[in-house]
């Protein structure tokens, strides 16, 4: 890929200095990104839970409420450089060196691998899924949702240009409709029929009442963050902002289909909001009377996904056993004689403090959700606990509404 300069800029929301200001090279802006955080300490590309606005002139600015950062990448011109000056002892050319257009150009003639134009990858997207949603009672937007599989390799910044343009054409498709708009673009590595095996390269959404384009790398984090400790020094905000945020977020739960999305967009939530080592949300199969793990994050997540396991054993029953609203911490776990390591343990986690909470909702139990292990080691206050009731009560409500149960491989359990 041809080499290109960007300016990128990053500084704290609300302050005047910038962390960082200066020209990066790179092939496309997320390598930009990713070379300007690194100056700074940072890792990654776009963070995950950002807002991505990617605006025609080719200007991305990024926002980061957690972390309450802003990012700003620019398309620049090649920097100047000034030619050495000649000392006393060195014997000037007799031919004139070339100018640094003449070089430019020159250089510009010499065939380089290049990733495919986003034209090329689009004439070989498999359409997998669509939705076209009206607005109803229950909910007033128009949404859209496109699911393409991608059956070539994307290089970097094809993606999100490739998804970006499939954006702006469901936008022209309902741009005469009135009422508020709400539009999904999914790129798949894979083809699949019913579920999808991976999550997918690339998402893209745009609601009109942001005004901003997010622009999410799923795969890309699950497969940084799945089985690898979660490390952070910086504490989550305060329990009004996270409890804010939690509600802006809750309101995407009218566009899920499945219980499956539901389990895997809490724990994903409650990964930003409140960090631990390791989350699950368990459903409760009443055919088979086990527990078993349909999201997972942090610590251990692969192995623990599709696992099932007994329903009348360990800290995992008695949290089943929960009134809606009620939520049990425990600084040392292991102390509990309740505690069954083969039921409530994290492979690969030295597990300390735990927290459940049952998903229940009005009286009828679907599930559990489990947190393992505090942001640095700390047990979980009681503001962790109600941004994950009010989570929990959200989703809780969801599943009550009747989404099916998911089709989920059967996994021995421990013991």
Not at 104 to 120: E, F, G, N, V
Not at 236 to 264: G, M, S
Request: glycine share 6%.
């Amino acid at each position: 890929m041809a080499t290109k300069y960007w300016k990128v800029e990053i500084s704290r929301l609300g302050a005047s200095d910038p962390l960082f200001l200066g020209t990066v090279e790179a092939p496309s802006w997320p390598g930009a990104m990713q070379a300007a955080r690194a100056t700074i300490g940072e890792s990654g590309g776009v963070p995950a839970g950002a807002s991505c606005n990617v605006n025609p002139n080719g200007t991305v600015t990024i926002q980061d409420a957690r972390e309450r950062r802003r990012y700003q990448v620019v398309p620049a011109e090649a920097p100047t450089s000034t030619p050495p000056t000649p000392t006393h002892d060195q014997t000037p050319p007799s031919v004139p060196p070339p100018t640094p257009a003449a070089v430019r150009q020159r250089r510009s003639s010499i065939p380089r691998p290049t990733s495919p134009p986003p034209a090329t990858v689009e004439n070989k997207l498999i359409l997998l899924a669509s939705r076209n949603e009206k607005p109803t009672s229950s909910s007033p937007i128009h949404f859209r949702e496109r699911m393409y599989a991608v059956p070539v390799p994307l290089q970097a910044g094809t993606g999100e240009k490739l998804a970006t343009k499939l954006l702006r054409r469901v936008q022209d498709e309902i741009g005469q409709e009135r009422g508020a708009k709400f539009i999904r673009i999914e790129l798949f590595d894979h083809i699949w029929k019913r579920t999808p095996e991976r999550a997918p390269v690339v998402r893209i959404e745009w609601k009109d009442w942001n005004k901003s384009i997010e622009i999410e790398f799923p795969l890309e984090d699950e497969t940084r963050r799945s089985d690898a400790p979660r490390v952070s020094s910086v504490p989550p905000p305060p329990t009004e902002d996270r409890l804010a945020v939690a509600f802006e977020a809750c309101q995407d739960l009218l566009f899920l289909k499945n219980r499956a999305e539901a389990l895997e967009f809490a724990v994903h939530l409650l990964e930003e909001l409140v960090p631990s080592d390791a989350a699950a949300a368990f459903l409760l199969d009443i055919n088979t009377d086990e527990f078993r793990v349909v999201a997972a994050r942090g610590t251990g997540a692969q192995s623990r996904r599709g696992q099932a396991l007994p329903s009348s054993s360990g800290l995992l029953a008695a949290a089943s056993e929960l009134a809606e609203h009620a939520v049990l911490v425990l600084a040392d776990a292991a102390a509990d004689p309740r505690y069954d390591e083969n039921i409530d343990g994290v492979p690969g986690l030295d597990v300390r403090g735990l927290l459940y909470r049952s998903l229940i909702h009005r009286g009828r139990m679907f599930g559990v959700l489990q947190l393992a292990n505090g942001l640095a080691g700390k047990v979980f206050s009681e503001a962790d606990c109600e941004v994950v009731d009010y989570v929990t009560q959200q989703v809780s409500a969801f599943v009550a509404r009747g989404a099916s149960m998911p089709k989920t491989a059967a996994a021995p359990h421990r013991g």
